[in-house]
């Protein structure tokens, strides 16, 4: 859950950074789709966050059932 919060303030991050002018200079003309892929990034990660938010809440059962590998 941590590497997922990390991951959207470095998307948070670089969307900010990507909408002042510095940022326009330095991404050029692709930044409209860097942007649309940043937005893409931070929405999953949100989603990813409040499932597992979600599953921690209401005790999840299957966290609890021991993972083997498949061929055992």
């Not at 950074?17 to 692709?30: C, I, K, Q, V």
């Not at 789709?33 to 999953?44: D, E, K």
Request: glycine share 6%; net charge positive.
């Amino acid at each position: 859950m941590f590497r997922t919060f990390l991951t959207l303030a470095l998307v948070i991050g670089a969307l900010i950074l990507a909408m002042t002018p510095r940022g326009l200079a330095l991404l050029g003309s692709n930044r409209s789709l860097l942007v649309a892929a940043l937005v893409v990034l931070a929405v999953s990660q949100v989603y990813r966050l409040v499932s597992a938010w979600q599953a921690r809440k209401r005790g999840d059962r299957l966290n609890r059932i021991p993972k083997r590998p498949l061929g055992i």
